[in-house]
């Protein structure tokens, strides 16, 4: 019964992963527009500190993957904004 059960995890662990995709931002491209944050059903986009430069500080979006359901809400935003060829949202 054990080795049934422990199938079955390995299964849904299997299935889970081919369904859900990995979203990640690409520093250089992000521009801190804010419309993923905005987005994104799960809150999971946060706003966090790129470089500092003198006086100036300058933000870019990070996704934190352990709640993204890979929905593409974030991307599409991010394309729409930045037109496709400035896309800062990238399937990992
Ligand atoms: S939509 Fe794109 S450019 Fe705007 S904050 Fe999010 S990742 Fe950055
Ligand atoms: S793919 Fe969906 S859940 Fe994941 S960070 Fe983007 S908007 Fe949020």
Do not use: H, W
């Amino acid at each position: 019964m054990k080795k049934i059960a422990f199938l079955f995890s390995i299964i849904i662990l299997f299935c889970s992963c081919e369904l859900t995709n990995e979203y990640i931002v690409n520093k250089n491209k992000c521009n801190d527009c804010g419309k993923c944050y905005k987005e994104c059903p799960n809150n999971m986009i946060v706003r966090e500190i790129n470089y500092i430069d003198g006086p100036d500080t300058f933000y870019v979006a990070r996704i934190r993957t352990n709640r993204c359901v890979g929905c593409g809400e974030c991307q599409e935003a991010c394309i729409k904004n930045n037109g496709i060829e400035n896309n800062a949202i990238i399937e990992k």
